[in-house]
């Protein structure tokens, strides 16, 4: 789907156990600029409800799982993050909402740029008027 993808990490397993190394623009599609992580979200909770205008992002769950509902404008979609092995990559002009986290949630976050309020849309409203425009669409 349009700026929604997938990357398999590779685990790096031993007897040990397992690693997975995360590394700017080789496993990373992007230059990494800033890392946060979301945890203690209560199960009833639903997160994100924006977009961003300009922001590469990937999301893992590195404990625990989450529901992320994505919205292109034109299509949606859902994917379970229930493994530290999968990285779910979203680009620009993406609706997404994190919802129904276990309660041992790590939800890891690798993002292209700085925390910037203005590249938020916040309102879904807004976000399809902005979709519509650069899909051509009058309404
Ligand atoms: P918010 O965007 O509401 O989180 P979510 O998308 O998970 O629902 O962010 C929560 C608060 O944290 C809000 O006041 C903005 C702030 N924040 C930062 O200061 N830096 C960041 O990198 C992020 C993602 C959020």
Redesign the pocket.
Known sequence: MKNIEIINFEIKGDSRGSLISIENLKNIPFDIK?I?Y?FNTLDDVI????AHKKLEQVLICLSGSCYIDLDTGIEKTSFLLDSPQKGLYIKDMVWRE?RNFSSNTVLLVLASDF?NENDYIRNYESFILETNKLNGKNS
């Open positions: 800033r946060y979301i997160r994100g409800k924006h994190m925390y």
